[in-house]
């Protein structure tokens, strides 16, 4: 089984200034820094011993010589908008279960991955929704194809993400979705979520 199943982790190295930069307008470079790091050590963790191969998809391959993936199956994401860096990784893993989870996710278990994976036992297609309209999960079973109009002329970092992705499968697939769950992308949710009383600080 963990032969046919990949989750792949979209991240970034941990490196001050470089993440969370809207989150980092609320809450300070520092802390946001911090967050980021803290959230992306406690996910690899956390998956590395699961019933699949674990993967980081990094922004650059500069980001690959940071010591936290030192070790791992790395992936160096294509050019392009979020749409097209998600598909080409799919297309990676044709005929195989594949999930893509962000770096940035509060709460992500394995228990929600496991779902995941039992979902595309019966459908083609799963995707697990942000609670800002995002979607936080993304995978393909084997007799998924992402073609050329998967993820197309979607309206990114909005509240129509999840939904104008939804429109770009192409019929006679089968999509279901998982529990919803928070990104933490502004310091209203990172408040919400962590209830931290520190001023800002830049």
Not at 18 to 34: E, H, N
Not at 118 to 141: E, I, M, Q, R, Y
Request: glycine share 8%; aromatic share 10%.
């Amino acid at each position: 089984m963990r032969n046919s199943q990949h989750i792949i982790i979209f991240a970034r190295a941990p490196n001050y200034g470089r993440v969370k930069r809207r989150l980092a307008k609320d809450i300070g470079k520092l802390r946001a820094c911090q967050f980021y790091r803290q959230n992306l050590r406690k996910l690899i963790a956390e998956l590395q011993s699961g019933p699949w191969n674990l993967h980081i998809a990094l922004a650059s391959a500069d980001d690959a010589k940071h010591p936290m993936f030192a070790g791992m199956s790395i992936l160096v994401q294509a050019p392009g908008d979020l749409g097209h860096r998600m598909r080409t990784v799919l297309k990676q893993f044709s005929k195989q279960r594949a999930i893509i989870i962000g770096s940035d996710v509060h709460g992500i278990s394995t228990a929600h991955l496991e779902t995941a994976f039992s979902t595309l036992n019966n459908h083609d297609v799963v995707f697990g929704p942000a609670f800002d309209g995002g979607f936080w999960l993304a995978g393909c079973g084997p007799n998924m194809t992402p073609g050329w109009q998967f993820m197309r002329g979607v309206r990114w970092s909005s509240q129509f993400a999840l939904e104008d992705t939804l429109a770009t499968v192409a019929s006679g697939y089968k999509v279901s979705q998982v529990a919803p769950l928070h990104d933490v992308d502004d310091g209203k949710i990172y408040n919400q979520l962590y209830g931290d009383p520190n001023p800002h600080t830049p």
